[in-house]
């Protein structure tokens, strides 16, 4: 008898973790990616595809790229690209300049190349 009733209570508490696991693990589509997925179907989208989405959304005012760096987000923070700050500064001991971009949140910061 008490055989079975470690049985039953394993498997009772077998199928508990699972349901709750299972619960956990399923997510919803978030509202923003709808569209998107809907664009996109069962087949992966070309990179033609993905410009084409890409320059929608900035025409839209959706994502707003950083300029000159073209980010529309924080690599490290994932910000947006309000937060990205353009910048030049002298190298030492010569003449000439070189530009960077730096997150104001996390600190991230890239070197672009000279001006």
Request: hydrophobic share 35%; with cysteine; charged share 20%.
């Amino acid at each position: 008898m008490g055989l079975m009733v470690g049985i039953l209570g394993g498997g009772l508490l077998s199928w508990l973790v699972t349901h709750l696991y299972y619960q956990r693990s399923v997510t919803s589509t978030p509202p923003w990616a709808k569209d998107l997925i809907d664009r996109f179907g069962q087949e992966e989208p070309s990179a033609e595809q993905l410009r084409k989405y890409f320059n929608e959304a900035v025409a839209s005012g959706d994502i707003v790229p950083h300029v000159p760096s073209g980010y529309v987000m924080c690599p490290q923070c994932k910000v947006s690209s309000d937060n990205l700050v353009y910048g030049e500064s002298q190298y030492p001991g010569r003449d000439a300049f070189g530009s960077y971009v730096k997150c104001s949140k996390c600190g991230w910061s890239e070197f672009l190349g000279d001006v």
